[in-house]
């Protein structure tokens, strides 16, 4: 099983960094977690969300953020549609699933012969 975060939305903010002071690098960043196996691939609800600075190449966590940085990141938060969730069979899966139902009706000829 493999999880890997899918990359939804990006927004460059204009906020000094707290790192650089540049007011050019500050990018947030919402992220969605992805399950994948190798019977089916799933969206799941979880959100990552990151803001880091491309001029100084810094992540700056939440303790570092300003008042200012608080309020864009939780405006950006509000205007920020997440992917539904889901879940995508693969044809692997597909198969599975048909060859079982193969096997069920077989069994069901097989016995309704053997009854006779
Ligand atoms: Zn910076």
Not at 53 to 59: F, G, Q
Request: hydrophobic content about 40%.
């Amino acid at each position: 099983m493999s999880e890997k975060l899918m990359l939804i939305k990006e927004v460059s903010l204009k906020n000094n960094c707290p790192e650089c002071f540049n007011n050019t690098g500050l990018h947030l960043t919402f992220k969605q977690k992805i399950v994948e196996t190798k019977f089916y691939k799933s969206i799941t609800p979880e959100i990552n969300r990151e803001l880091s600075c491309k001029t100084c190449h810094t992540i700056i966590y939440p303790v570092q953020w300003t008042d200012d940085i608080d309020k864009v990141v939780e405006y950006q938060q509000k205007a920020f549609t997440p992917k539904q969730a889901s879940t995508y069979l693969k044809k692997v899966s597909w198969i599975l699933i048909g060859m079982s139902i193969t096997a069920v009706i077989f069994l069901a000829i097989t016995i309704y012969y053997l009854n006779f």
